[in-house]
Every structure is written in structure tokens, then in C-alpha cells.
């Protein structure tokens, strides 16, 4: 095999950080009406050294209804990514499609599990389209750039 061939291989995947709360338990259990669900997500890459990559997917959850909040999970969820003997413009790419891709399972689990063990039903996040975000924070650091209609 060629020492130039591209190489994508995982490390590690881990929760990075997990926070959860639910201000205003106990009462907020006897609410009859189910909350608004607000979705956040953050991914960011880092280098490592030696062809090493962390990417850290972070999704945030907040259940509120009014001014009540029922709950706040916020996961961390990381990899350790090995990329070498790929363009920078690919690296990018894979840091901020790829990486994110495999990572969303994990924080998915990780968000559904917490709530539950929280006392609430399940949330269970539907998938996400990282290449769309990226291709849409693409477009928002080059100003000037047409951007499709669609």
C-alpha cells in the first residue's frame, strides 16, 4: 500500500461533557401540557498533532413551555479522528460532514437516555444533514457569494 493513500480512521469517540437540568422539579411532573423542544447544534474541529483530529458535536435540548422550563440537556459528544494525505479543502469537508455524521448517533443516545433518566418521555432527535449545514456556513464566511434559491 502507498504511503499516499488517504486515511480516515476513528480513535476514540466519548462524551466530552453532559449537563443536565430540570429547574423546576418537582412541580414542572405535574404539568399536564407537553413542552416546546428547541434543538441546537454546534460542531467544531480541532488538531491534534500527527495527523490527529478531536471533532466535538455539541447538541443542546431545551423543553419549555411559556415561561416554565422543564428541562435543559446539553451533550458534548467527541471523536478522535486520524485524516492524513488528503487536500485541506477535503479536510474541512470531512471535520465538518463526516466527523459530525458518525458522531450524531452517540449524542443522539446520549440526549435520549439523559431525559429519560430525568423523568421525561424520550427525545428522540431525527437525523440531521451535516453537509447542508456545512455547505450553508460556507456560504456565510464568504460574503459576496451568490447563494442558490431553492
Given at each position: ?25 418537582p412541580q ?87 431525559v429519560s ?34
Amino acid at each position: 500500500m502507498s504511503d499516499q493513500q488517504p486515511v480516515f480512521s476513528v480513535e476514540k469517540l466519548y462524551v466530552k461533557d453532559l449537563s443536565l437540568e430540570v429547574p423546576n422539579a418537582p412541580q414542572i411532573f405535574l404539568e399536564r401540557e407537553s413542552p416546546e423542544i428547541e434543538i441546537q447544534l454546534q460542531s467544531a474541529a480541532t488538531g491534534l498533532g500527527d495527523d490527529l483530529f478531536e471533532t466535538v458535536l455539541t447538541v443542546t435540548i431545551t423543553a419549555k413551555r411559556e415561561d416554565k422550563g422543564f428541562f435543559l440537556v446539553e451533550v458534548a459528544q467527541a471523536g478522535i479522528f486520524q485524516i492524513k494525505n488528503v487536500p485541506q479543502a477535503d479536510l474541512e469537508a470531512i471535520l465538518g460532514v463526516a466527523c459530525p455524521n458518525i458522531l450524531f448517533p452517540y449524542a443522539r443516545e446520549v440526549v435520549s437516555s439523559a431525559v429519560s433518566r430525568a423523568g421525561f418521555p424520550p427525545v428522540i432527535l431525527a437525523p440531521v444533514n451535516f453537509e447542508a449545514l456545512y455547505q450553508q456556513r460556507l456560504q456565510q464566511q464568504t460574503p459576496g457569494t451568490d447563494v442558490p434559491v431553492q
